[in-house]
């Protein structure tokens, strides 16, 4: 067991992929020499080789175009998109091509490639680095979701996504980059594509993935200071969900309240919402309840608090689900 913080863990599982398969390349901008803007592929490079850890040109669809030219002969390409918002130009390539080319080959073709991509705010930065776009691939049939919370789902949850036949959008939350935590670099870990009851609960089942994981924990221990037991889910796959473990957390709670960074409408928060409501109905006690960015552009840094959810926001949706006074009801009982 080695105390890591979550972005080294990442590191540490790439190592482990490239030393375990020589058929896993690494591709991105600035991934080599430099080891990426957060050092995640530190020493990757010098150790495995330009041949295996290639820095590519600023050119996202370039990047995937070449990722599927190598899953095609075989190798387990790995692609660091280097913020959330860059991911764009390479959008056609992943939702028109690597998602589909498993179906449009009657299985004939796989495509085992991985890509990771920094997502989220809270870290202060300018336009284009603070996104939460996994919705728009949650959507889209033929892709993997997932995103990890510890350092050791980051290290287990890489070293699967690489392993896997499947392509695997891989979304790592940046702003905890620097969270410590234990790692077992031998453990399995749980299945990357099995929520977490993070913490067990009988009053409010509080679903949230990636970032808001810790904020979601910070909850559950407000919340039972004022005697709410709140049972916390961390979904850690995001397509596909795990709706087994949610249902038995809903059907236990009867209460639902679900959060992430990125804006309602269209959100990974609709689904979850609609979907129990259609298998939990007849136990929900109440309405569930979306706390989320709001539906504007991610704002300038100094603003950014203030769209992120936080600590109160969430404590907010709980006492709307169990029919407290709340910010939409007015404070007073």
Known sequence: MTELTLAKA??????????DDDKVVLLGEDIGALGGVFRVTDGLQRDFGTERVMDTPLAE????????????????????????????????QIVAQV?????????????????????????GAVEHHSESPEAY????????????????????????????????????PKRRYWTKGDVNEDAVGLPMGKARVVVEGTDVTLVTYGPLVATAL???VAAADDGISLEVVDLRSLA????????????????????????ESGGLGAEIAATLTDRCFYYLEAAPVRITGFDVPYPPAK???????????????????????????????
């Open 240 to 263: 596909p969900v795990d709706f087994d473990t949610v249902s038995a957390s809903v059907q236990k709670t009867g209460r639902l309240v679900i959060t992430h960074e990125a804006s």
């Open 218 to 220: 910070d909850a559950a």
């Open 61 to 92: 669809a370039g990047i995937i175009g070449m990722a599927v030219g190598l899953a095609f002969r075989g190798y387990r390409p790995v692609c660091e998109i280097q913020f959330d918002g860059f991911i764009y130009p390479g959008f056609d």
């Open 137 to 172: 691939f949650a959507h889209t049939a033929g892709l993997r979701v997932v995103t990890c919370s510890t350092p050791q789902d980051a290290h287990s949850m890489l070293r699967e996504a690489i392993a896997c036949d499947d392509p695997v959008l891989f979304f790592e």
């Open 10 to 19: 990442l590191g540490s599982g790439l190592r482990r992929a490239l030393s």
């Open 99 to 123: 998602a589909k080319l498993h179906y449009r080959t009657a299985g004939n073709v796989r495509m085992p490639l991985t890509i990771r991509v920094p997502y989220g705010g809270g870290i």
């Open 303 to 333: 603003l950014e608090d203030h769209f992120l959810p936080d600590l109160d926001r969430i404590l907010d949706g709980v006492d709307r689900a169990l029919g407290r006074a709340n910010s939409l009801t007015g404070w007073s009982a």
